[in-house]
DNA sequence: AGTACGCCCTGGCCGC
DNA sequence: TGCGGCCAGGGCGTAC
C-alpha cells in the first residue's frame, strides 16, 4: 500500500534514469487504468514523444512533467512501477497494464493486481487545482499552526489525518504510526486535541513519513521499489498490523478497531 | 458536516 | 485437494 514514503522512494530512484528522457512509445492495457481521464488511446498519444522534464510527487501521486501536459500516476493499493530492460528478469504478466519505452530501450511498467490505482493525462498548469489535495506534510508549509488550522469540528483524528483533501500523502500505516508516537488515540475528536499533543502529532507524523522514507518504505503485502525490492520499514511499526501484541513502550497487548471503514491499531495504555 | 456503506478488484486465507 | 466465502483497503459516489 504506496503511501507517500513509498512514492517518495520510487520517485528518488527513478529520476535520474527517465528525467531527461525521451518516451518512444506507449502501451496502456488496461483501459480501467485510464477512467478518471481520457482513453487509453488518448493517454498514449499525449505520451509518445514527450520528454519527461521533471518527476515529481505531490500526496500519493507521481507527477511527470513532460511540458504544456503532466502525466498523473496514483498506485491505488497494489500498483508498481518497474524500470527495466530486456534481459534483466522481470517479464511482464497478466498484471502489468501499462508499458512506456524510453529512448535508450529501457522500460517503465506499470503493474497493478487490483487496479485501483490510475493513470491520466492533466494540462501541467491545472495539476494543483485539479487534484484538490492539501498540505505536504514535509513541506516547510506544514507547521504545528497549520496543523492545528486543520483539526477543526467533530471529525476523529484518524479519518481526518487520511484526508487528501487536508493533508496530502498520509495512508492507514503512518496514521496509525503517527498517532502512537504522538500517544494520541485515534478515535479523539480533532478539536479537542490540546496544543501540546497538535506540536506532538506534527512531530510525529514527519519523523514517521522521515522514517519511512529512510527505511525505503513499508511492504505490507505488495509494495516494491523500481528494481521489485521490498521496503524495511514494516520492522519498525510499532502498531501497525501488530494487534494482541505486546505494546513496545509498555506491554499491552495492540488493539484493532475498524474506524471509517479501515482498521486502526492502537496502544489503549499509551495513547489517550 | 460527519459518518456509514457499497463499489471497484484480486490473492490469500479460512473452514468444511 | 478443492471450493465457496470472506477479507484487506484508497478513493469515490451516494445516503442519511
Known sequence: MPELPEVEVIRRDLVPHVEGRRIRSAKIAESRLTRRRGSPREVEAALVGRRVRALRRRGKFFVFDLGRDSLIVRLGMTG?????ESGDGFCPDQHTHAQLTFAGGRILSYRDIRKFGEMFILPTASVEQTLRLGVEPLDPAFTPEALRRICRGSTRIKSLLLDQTKIAGIGNIYADEALFRA????TRRAASLRWEEIRSLHRSIRAVLQAGIRHRGSSIANYRDPCG????FVALHRVYH???KPCLSCGTPVRRIVLGQRGTHFCPTCQR
Not at 500517544?183 to 485515534?186: L, S
Request: proline share 12%; hydrophobic share 30%.
Open 80 to 84: 508498481q512501477l518497474l524500470w527495466w
Open 183 to 186: 500517544g494520541i488515540r485515534p
Open 242 to 244: 501488530r494487534q494482541g
Open 229 to 232: 525490492q521490498p521496503g524495511r
